[in-house]
């Protein structure tokens, strides 16, 4: 911006240094089993100038790495099949720990369409939004917008 002169500036700058802090701030992990998703998620956030992007066919590791102590927000791509830790051991997990729980948004992946009851049981364990496979950008760029990133 070469100046601020109205109130749409000044909303407009405030809306460039959050999505900034979002994006430097944010820990992106990706915990998905099939290969075409785990290849196109990075690839994705990579387009956007994320950097900071831990892709895993495993769900522990990432957990452990969540509940250490941090200032830092995660957002999770987390495939509610994963064999090591499934979603809903996950969601159950994360919900243990408040700190974590508050600094965490989670995008469930689905290998199919589920009811809107199981859907509204995920939400009530902590997912905040789905997406269903296989992913593309359409279908992500809807689920950030549901965690409150814009990308």
């Known amino acids: 911006m070469d100046k ?21 701030l944010t820990d992106f992990y990706s915990v998905v089993q099939d290969f075409p998703s785990r290849k196109f998620y990075p690839g994705w956030l990579q387009q956007k100038s994320v950097a900071n992007v831990q892709v895993s066919d495993k769900g522990k590791p990432v957990l452990q790495k969540i509940l250490a102590p941090s200032k830092r927000f995660v957002v999770v791509l987390y495939d509610l099949e994963t064999p090591d830790m499934n979603g809903l051991e996950f969601l159950n997990a994360l919900r243990a720990d408040a700190d974590a729980r ?50």
Do not use: W
Not at 7 to 14: E, F, H, R, S, Y
């Open 102 to 151: 508050q600094r965490t948004r989670v995008i469930l992946l689905l290998g199919q369409k589920l009811p809107n009851e199981a859907r509204d049981k995920l939400v009530q364990m902590g997912a905040n939004a789905f997406v269903v496979k296989p992913i593309g950008a359409e279908n992500l760029q809807e689920a950030f917008g549901r965690i409150g990133l814009k990308y």
């Open 4 to 24: 601020i002169s109205t109130i749409d500036d000044m909303n407009a700058l405030a809306e460039e240094l959050n999505r900034l802090q979002a994006k430097l």
